[in-house]
């Protein structure tokens, strides 16, 4: 398993019976996660000292009870720094497990020797897009919501990167693909973190499972003759690291040649020392 374990303002402190308790800074959440299916004694004193919980619905979604707990707060993880707040469906602006991929895949970008173009889909809140950047890439950050993007361009600035090279777009991702192919645009690199389920600004409609083979066959058409790197991230419980790994080698490496590995990847959980299982992810690498 790939593990986020460098981080210093971010903590998966325990998990217990459905849920886990973190630390983003120095504010304490308690956060539902399908994965914990275990039970603990929560004897950690922190889990009676949350600054908020999110509380699951039988009926589906669910909602905050907030105790202490600012409107806005930041973390950092190394030079970049991340607005978070807390909003619809538990969430709060960023996936910690993500670092590291961004590790991973700045290292490639620093050690490159060359200008690297990179290609962000789905793009959220720009975790990815302001590491790449960091590393000394160009990017361009695609996402549906604009909501999403104007948060990405916050991040930007509070991580001192509002002059990097990035080019902010609020698009369909299928169809920005589609037009980058028609305009004979190439990248050397591209991450995507497709949502299991989804609608463009125009209504379209996104199922992974139908969609996503298509989708990087579609982007193998936009990628330069030497790609330096690829990324899929995978939330969705069918597309299991192998699942990846067979879609990468089909539409990608038969093509370029490189190479592929696909793995989970996790947190660090302080109380037992283990490691929480957080999603997959598959990994091109050119020649």
């Given at each position: ?7 210093k303002d971010y903590e998966v402190i325990d998990t217990s ?33 949350i600054n908020a919980h999110y509380h699951r619905s039988s ?229």
């Amino acid at each position: 398993m790939w593990t986020a374990d460098n981080w210093k303002d971010y903590e998966v402190i325990d998990t217990s019976n459905g849920e886990k308790l973190e630390r983003w800074g120095k504010y304490l959440l308690l956060r539902p996660d399908p994965q914990v299916i275990w039970n603990t004694s929560r004897e950690d004193r922190r889990w009676k000292k949350i600054n908020a919980h999110y509380h699951r619905s039988s009926k589906g979604g669910g909602e905050w009870e907030f105790f202490d707990l600012p409107e806005q707060w930041t973390i950092s993880y190394g030079k970049l720094t991340f607005n978070l707040k807390p909003f619809s469906f538990k969430h709060t602006g960023l996936f910690p497990e993500q670092a590291v991929n961004w590790d991973w895949f700045s290292e490639l970008i620093r050690n490159s020797g060359r200008p690297v173009k990179v290609l962000n889909l789905f793009a959220y809140t720009g975790g990815a897009t302001l590491a790449a950047a960091a590393a000394g890439a160009s990017v361009t950050h695609v996402d549906a919501s604009k909501g999403m993007v104007t948060w990405a361009k916050e991040n930007a600035r509070s991580s001192g990167l509002a002059e990097a090279p990035i080019r902010w777009l609020v698009d369909d991702c299928v169809k920005f693909v589609e037009r980058e192919i028609r305009r004979g645009n190439k990248y050397d690199a591209i991450i995507m973190d497709p949502p299991s389920y989804g609608r463009g600004p125009g209504g379209e409609v996104w199922k992974l499972e139908e969609s996503i083979f298509p989708f990087i066959e579609k982007c193998t058409q936009i990628l330069c003759d030497r790609p330096l790197f690829l990324l899929i991230n995978s939330y969705t419980t069918g597309l299991q690291p192998a699942v990846l790994s067979y879609m990468i080698n089909t539409a990608i490496v038969k093509r370029f040649g490189g190479h592929v590995e696909s793995d989970e990847i996790g947190l660090p959980v302080t109380v037992p020392g283990l490691i929480l299982p957080c999603g997959a992810s598959g990994r091109y690498t050119g020649k």
